[in-house]
C-alpha cells in the first residue's frame, strides 16, 4: 500500500486503495464497519469521516484500528493514538451557551420523518448553540451524518422510550448541511405498472416496511442495492416515499417509480436497467 495513514485519514481514502480488504479487515475489528458493505450507507456516512471520528462513533481503539491497517499494508504516520487525542482536544464536545431544543417523538407519533424538521434546527443553530434533539430511539444515520460535517455529540438514554442526542457545532461556521428536497417526486401509477410487467417474477424481490419504526424503513432499504443488478429489480411495501433516500439510488445509477394504494400505503419499485 503507498497510503500512509493518521487519525485525519478519511475512511474513503482508504476505500479508494482496496475497498473488499478493508471493509474486511474492519469487520473482523468490529461488526459496526458492516455498514461499509453497502454502498448507500458509504456514501451517505462515510464521505468525510475520518479515522478519529469513525474510531470515537464506532467505540473501536484506535491503536487497534492502525494495527488492523499496518498488517494490510498501510504505513502509519506519528502517534496516532496522540494524533486523535489531540484531535480531539481541538474540538471536544462542549456545552454550548445554549440549545435548541427539538422533540421529534409527536412527529414520529404521527408516523413521520422528521429529517426535515432536524436539518431545518441544525441549519438555524447561532453561534455557540448547540440542539438537544429528543427522540425515541438513538439516531445512527443522523449522528454519522453530522459528524462528517464537523459535529461532535453525546447521548443519554433517559428511559426506555427517550433519548436524548445532543449536538455541538465544534466551532463550525457553515457547516454543509444536506439540501433538503424541495418535492417529493412524482407518483406515476401507469408507469409503475408498465415496469413492473417487464420483470419476470424470478428478477423480483420484495421488502416489506411499512411495520418498522424509524429509522429502521431506510436502513433497510439501504441494506438492499448491492443485490440490485442489471435485469432485477426490488419492491417495496411502505407507508410513504423515501426521498431522503432518492440521492442515494440516483448515484448508483438506481432508477425507481412509485404507485399509490391507499393513504400511507406506497409501492416503490427500485431497478437497474
Do not use: W
Not at 25 to 34: A, D, G, Q, Y
Not at 73 to 91: I, L, N, P, Y
Amino acid at each position: 500500500m503507498d497510503l500512509t495513514i493518521n487519525a485525519q485519514t478519511k475512511i474513503s481514502e482508504l476505500l479508494a486503495v482496496n475497498s473488499d480488504l478493508v471493509i474486511k479487515t474492519l469487520v473482523s475489528l468490529n461488526k459496526k464497519f458492516s455498514k461499509l458493505k453497502n454502498p448507500v450507507l458509504r456514501n451517505l456516512l462515510m464521505k468525510r469521516v475520518s479515522i478519529a471520528d469513525a474510531c470515537k462513533i464506532s467505540k473501536t481503539d484506535i491503536s487497534d484500528f492502525m494495527s488492523s491497517m499496518t498488517r494490510i499494508g498501510f504505513k502509519v504516520a506519528g502517534d496516532c493514538v496522540a494524533d486523535a487525542e489531540s484531535t480531539d482536544a481541538s474540538v471536544p464536545f462542549q456545552e454550548p451557551l445554549d440549545y435548541l431544543e427539538l422533540d421529534v417523538r409527536p412527529i414520529l407519533a404521527r408516523d413521520k420523518d422528521p429529517l426535515k424538521e432536524i436539518l431545518s434546527s441544525v441549519k438555524a443553530l447561532r453561534k455557540d448553540q448547540g440542539l438537544k434533539l429528543i427522540n425515541t430511539f438513538e439516531p445512527s444515520p443522523l449522528i454519522y451524518l453530522l459528524a462528517s460535517k464537523g459535529f461532535t455529540h453525546h447521548v443519554e438514554h433517559t428511559d426506555t422510550n427517550t433519548v436524548i442526542t445532543y449536538f455541538n457545532k465544534s466551532g463550525v461556521n457553515a457547516p454543509d448541511i444536506p439540501t433538503i428536497p424541495a418535492r417529493e417526486p412524482e407518483i406515476d401509477d401507469q408507469k409503475f405498472d408498465v415496469m413492473l410487467a417487464s420483470f419476470v417474477p424470478e428478477q423480483i424481490s420484495y421488502l416489506d416496511v411499512r411495520e418498522l419504526e424509524m429509522p429502521k424503513p431506510m436502513l433497510a432499504i439501504m441494506e438492499q442495492p448491492p443485490s440490485i443488478t442489471a435485469g432485477k429489480a426490488l419492491f417495496i411495501y411502505h407507508k410513504k416515499i423515501p426521498v431522503y433516500l432518492l440521492p442515494e439510488l440516483e448515484k448508483l445509477g438506481l432508477h425507481y417509480v412509485f404507485k399509490t394504494i391507499a393513504p400511507g400505503n406506497v409501492n416503490m419499485l427500485i431497478y437497474k436497467k
